[in-house]
């Protein structure tokens, strides 16, 4: 078998000292040219600016539906308020909004609520949106769960 017609079936074209795959290259089958490569690559029937186009589609539909925020379940909702007292501990840290209602995470709760536990990095995040709420004079959301008469964060906005 000649080296050209191996390399035909393989998929493969030489033009001079350059060799083309099929997908970069017209086809010899069915009376195309060799040596007149495609304007764009094909990919499984869809030209290369296609692709990128659904591609990119798919990337901000994706991003979007992932930047979305739900409720977590079973949490309460506090008001839009503004924040009047941040206080962190040794692994506890105290939120207090407008009207003297207490919000809490903690590393470790009291027995029974353990599910509220949280870790060190979240009651950092929960510090510091709500320091960057109490200075800036921004409102915040409270999603939290009430156990053993104490309200534990679970999740925190800071509004515009």
Same mark, same amino acid.
């Given at each position: 078998?000649?080296?050209?017609?191996?390399?035909?079936?393989?998929?493969?074209?030489?033009?001079?000292?350059?060799?083309? %795959?099929?997908?970069?290259?017209?086809?010899?089958?069915?009376?195309?040219?060799?040596?007149?490569?495609?304007?764009?690559?094909?990919?499984?029937?869809?030209?290369? %600016?296609?692709?990128?186009?659904?591609?990119?589609?798919?990337?901000?539909?994706?991003?979007?539906?992932?930047?979305?925020?739900?409720?977590?379940?079973?949490?309460? $909702? %506090?008001?839009?308020?503004?924040?009047?007292?941040?206080?962190?501990?040794?692994?506890?840290?105290? $939120?207090?909004?407008?009207?003297?209602?207490?919000?809490?995470?903690?590393?470790?709760?009291? %027995?029974?609520?353990?599910?509220?536990?949280?870790?060190?990095?979240?009651?950092?995040?929960?510090?510091?949106?709500?320091?960057?709420?109490?200075?800036?004079?921004?409102?915040?959301?409270?999603?939290?769960?009430?156990?053993?008469?104490?309200?534990?964060?679970?999740?925190?906005?800071?509004?515009?």
């Amino acid at each position: 078998m000649s080296a050209a017609a191996l390399s035909d079936i393989q998929g493969q074209y030489e033009l001079g000292d350059t060799c083309y %795959s099929r997908w970069q290259m017209t086809g010899r089958r069915r009376g195309g040219r060799a040596d007149v490569p495609m304007e764009e690559t094909i990919m499984f029937g869809i030209n290369a %600016s296609k692709f990128r186009g659904m591609f990119a589609l798919v990337a901000v539909l994706t991003g979007a539906a992932s930047a979305t925020v739900t409720t977590p379940a079973h949490a309460a $909702v %506090s008001g839009v308020t503004t924040v009047n007292i941040v206080e962190y501990g040794a692994g506890s840290l105290l $939120v207090q909004l407008t009207g003297g209602v207490n919000y809490f995470a903690q590393l470790n709760t009291q %027995s029974g609520c353990t599910a509220n536990n949280q870790t060190i990095d979240t009651i950092k995040a929960y510090q510091s949106l709500a320091q960057a709420a109490l200075l800036a004079g921004k409102t915040v959301k409270v999603y939290f769960n009430t156990c053993g008469g104490q309200n534990y964060i679970t999740a925190l906005d800071l509004n515009q």
